[in-house]
Structure formats: C-alpha cells, structure tokens
C-alpha cells in the first residue's frame, strides 16, 4: 500500500503520457522516454531552484546542528545553574507567538527580506530538538565520564567535542534528518519574504509548476495543441516530484542505522 504509489510515480516519470491519462500504465513504464526530464533539466528555474534549495538546505541544517548541540550541552549540564529556568522560557515559545504579521516585521527591521539569510536564520533552532537533544545528553552520556574528563583538565568545550559529540551520532543523524527535511521541503517562508525569482527554493517553483499550472517557460517556443500540452503537464508533474524527493531518498539511507536509536533514546522525557 505505501510502495505502490511511489513506484507508480518513478514508472509515470519514465512512461508516455497517453498511457497514464489513458490508465494503461499502472505498473511498468509504457512507451518508455525521457521526454520529460528533458525538458525539466532544460528550465532554468527549475534547476536554479534545485540549487538554491541545496544551499538554503546543506548551510540552514549546519546552523540549525550548531544552535540545537550550543543549547542543549549546556541545559543537559546539572552544574548550569538556571537551566530549568531557561528550559521553561524555551519551551514557553512552542505555545505562544508573535504572529505572522509582527515576525514579518521584525524581519523587514533586520534587513533580511528577500536575502539568502531569511531561509535559514528565523528558523535557526527548533525547541523540540533541543528537547531530544537534551535528553539523550542526560540519559546516554554518564555524568561520570565527564567529570573524569574535567579531572584531567579538560574545559566545557573539549568535552563536548572531544567526548560528548563522538558518542552522540545517533541524535545527530537524527538531528541532521529532521532539519534537512525542514529546509528542502519549505515553501511558505519563500512565499512570505522572498520576491526574487532568482532566489526561490525548488518547492516555491514546483508549486507554480503543480498547483498554478504556470507551464509557459516550460512551453515556451512550441507550437502544441492543447491536447499535447495537457500530455506535457501529466508527464512532468511525475517527473519534478522524482527530482524535488530524490535528494531526501538518497540521504536517508545513510542516517537509517542511526535513527531508530537516536529518536527513541532523545524522546525519553523522565
């Protein structure tokens, strides 16, 4: 049930669009053809949008690991005095904010509507995650470990990179997943603070693409009928949906031994 539908969008991706509309493709690709990620490669707002979510994903998910890993070593600390108090005002802002309208101000005083910066600083940290982070310090790290640590004359800061870090890969696989997945699949912010075209994420040009219909860079130059631009538009509805999750698919694997692990241990609150 959860697998057929993906593979029916990779063999749609591949296959003739008459044989979709038509309901003749349903397992294999029929009238098998690039045509469509021809034509999907060939637009250049489609590819500037792949590499600017790249950038907007690889630099949003390295400042959102350092700010989440910054905040919770020190809270997960018992020697850090008024760290429940601190806990609390974080957790205070999970149920209660400013509203669209007064964060959308607070950003034009900043200077960072229409930046690169808007996609990846008012979002810079996730108080859930600190939450998960926290707890896996409490509950996986011994205490004692880096007490023997300090012993031998190690600061806060080597501790952290030296003991607490190396033994804490499983949440920050996990960490590095959640994030990643934020940032490639974000949209709204982009439609909120950005207005150049050059600047959009791929999920701000696939909407176009999927939702608004806007097909004319795509059938620029073209003579079709309107019948071959409806089998144009069915084809490569699959084919951006192949190219927007790919990168996600590819780099699950290689954070799967971790996740299990590193969620479950993170979301023991006790």
Not at 176 to 182: N, R, S, T
Not at 209 to 218: A, S, T, Y
């Amino acid at each position: 049930m959860v697998i057929y539908p993906l593979y029916f969008i990779v063999s749609a991706s591949f296959s003739n669009p008459t044989y979709i509309l038509t309901g003749e493709m349903w397992l294999w690709p029929k009238g098998f053809n690039l045509d469509s990620y021809a034509k999907v490669f060939e637009n250049k707002d489609i590819v500037n949008g792949f590499l600017n979510t790249l950038k907007y994903t690889t630099i949003g998910t390295l400042i959102n690991l350092i700010m989440t890993i910054m905040a919770a070593y020190p809270l997960s600390r018992k020697d850090f005095y008024g760290r429940n108090v601190i806990m609390a005002i974080f957790v205070f802002t999970m149920f209660f904010g400013g509203g669209l309208i007064p964060t959308y101000l607070l950003i034009k005083d900043l200077g960072m509507i229409d930046t690169f910066w808007v996609m990846v600083i008012p979002n810079a940290v996730a108080v859930w995650n600190i939450i998960i982070m926290r707890t896996f310090f409490q509950t996986t790290i011994p205490l004692e470990l880096q007490e023997s640590a300090q012993i031998d004359g190690c600061g806060n800061i080597r501790i952290l990179l030296n003991i607490v870090l190396p033994l804490s890969m499983p949440v920050i696989a996990v960490m590095i997943l959640f994030y990643a997945v934020g940032h490639w699949n974000s949209y709204f912010q982009a439609l909120i603070y950005l207005s150049d075209k050059g600047k959009f994420p791929l999920q701000l040009i696939l909407r176009e693409i999927l939702i608004q219909g806007e097909m004319d860079e795509l059938m620029k130059g073209t003579s079709e009928s309107f019948l071959k631009q409806k089998l144009s538009i069915e084809g490569l509805k699959y084919t951006v949906i192949i190219v927007a999750n790919l990168p996600m698919l590819l780099l699950y694997p290689f954070l799967q031994r971790y996740f299990v692990k590193g969620f479950m241990i993170g979301s023991i609150k006790g």
